[in-house]
């Protein structure tokens, strides 16, 4: 059974950059998107950035356009989202999620399209 464990968050400073990794055991994410979601206290869950490993296909939330940059490893068994420029609003805690019928082009923003989810990674941009 596929399962997901995010790493790679932190405290960094505005303006400093931060890679965050989704590794996959249990499975390889071979025909799986993926998919990059954080959420704010009190807030609900948004998504970040899509990745489908059958096709390519990224997208990306208009808020990380530019800055932001999924990416997949060769093994197809971790999913890497590196984040630039990072500002206070880009805080929360980041997850990663999984789903063979999801789709990068499609709906992947909704954290409803995917079945799996890791446990989070806590990002803070503070000064």
């Given amino acids: 059974q596929l399962q997901l464990v995010e790493s790679g968050g932190g405290l960094v400073q505005p303006g400093e950059s931060l890679r965050l990794s989704c590794v996959a055991s249990g499975h390889t994410l071979d025909y799986y998107a993926i998919g990059w979601f954080r959420q704010a206290p009190g807030k609900e869950r948004e998504g970040v950035s899509c990745f489908s490993s059958r096709d390519g296909i ?70």
């Fill in 58 to 127: 990224q997208s990306y939330a208009d808020s990380v356009k530019g800055r932001f940059t999924i990416s997949i490893g060769d093994a197809k068994n971790a999913v890497e989202l590196q984040m630039n420029s990072l500002t206070p609003e880009d805080t929360p805690v980041y997850y990663c999620a999984a789903d063979p019928w999801a789709s990068c082009s499609g709906y992947w923003w909704i954290a409803g399209e995917y079945d799996v989810w890791g446990r989070g990674t806590q990002v803070t941009v503070s000064s």
